[in-house]
């Protein structure tokens, strides 16, 4: 997410300009039992391509899906970018 620099109107010389992308802070997906791969890795991967930290809680209804994804997040995404919350719904409620 690096600045991007930006032509600048002649008017306007010699200033310069540039956007700058900042991240929007922690998404949560808490994901469904159906289509466990789908409806969970879609958000969680636009999020992280946005710049944000993502927060995955996976249906206690699949707890398989839910180690095996917490297994595979586990060894290949920083746990401060990416992190896998499992258990039941007292997890889930605020």
Known sequence: MRDEPRCVDLSLKPGSAWVRYEPLGVIGVIAPWN??????????LDALAAGNRV????????????ALLARLVAERFDA??????????EVAQA
């Open 80 to 89: 401060d970018r990416l992190t896998i919350v499992t258990g039941g719904v």
């Open 55 to 66: 927060l995955i809680k996976p249906s206690e209804s699949s707890p398989a899906f839910a």
């Open 35 to 44: 289509y466990p791969l789908f409806l969970t890795l879609g958000p969680a």
